[in-house]
């Protein structure tokens, strides 16, 4: 009841107010102080004031604030151990499963599949007998540096 009171007070000194900003003639601020001023009764009218009042006098709203907030405690606890014990978080957890995934060789596959750091089957070098159709085939040990080169070169060096 009490609220009630307070809230239908606190509107009627706020649109005071606002005629008199508008009697000064600064019409948007005495529309903008009306309308904060009748926030508080319109919280009255639907029944809010009356609900906040009964929450906050209630031991068992309290009691379930508690638990709420015993709960996210807890969570927030769990979390910063994990974080210093190192453990994977979810994120890391779906990634490390995703990764899995893709470096999985199908079984029907004919070539292993690719690690994060080799090339793409596209940009493989051509070996030495498709470039070099004319030369003789007795150069064997031309291919094995042509494959040294390209792991060189693919590394920067």
């Not at 948007?28 to 006098?57: H, K, Q």
């Not at 807890?74 to 995703?98: D, N, Q, W």
């Not at 994060?116 to 004319?134: E, F, H, I």
Request: glycine share 16%; charged share 20%; net charge positive.
């Amino acid at each position: 009841m009490i609220a009630e009171t307070i809230c239908s007070a606190v509107a009627a000194a706020g649109l005071g107010i606002a005629g008199v900003t508008a009697y000064r003639r600064r019409f948007l601020t005495a529309a903008r102080i009306a309308a904060y001023s009748l926030i508080p009764l319109g919280l009255v009218l639907t029944g809010a004031v009356a609900w906040a009042v009964d929450t906050a006098f209630s031991p068992t709203a309290w009691i379930g604030f508690g638990l709420l907030g015993g709960a996210w405690a807890m969570f927030m606890g769990i979390r910063g151990v994990e974080r210093r014990k190192g453990l994977p978080g979810r994120k890391e957890r779906r990634a490390a499963k995703a990764a899995a995934r893709r470096d999985a060789v199908a079984p029907a596959a004919s070539a292993p599949s690719l690690g994060a750091g080799q090339a793409r089957p596209g940009k493989r070098p051509k070996p030495a007998g498709a470039a070099g159709a004319g030369k003789s085939s007795g150069g064997g040990a031309g291919e094995d540096f042509s494959d040294i080169e390209a792991i060189l070169k693919k590394h920067g060096i």
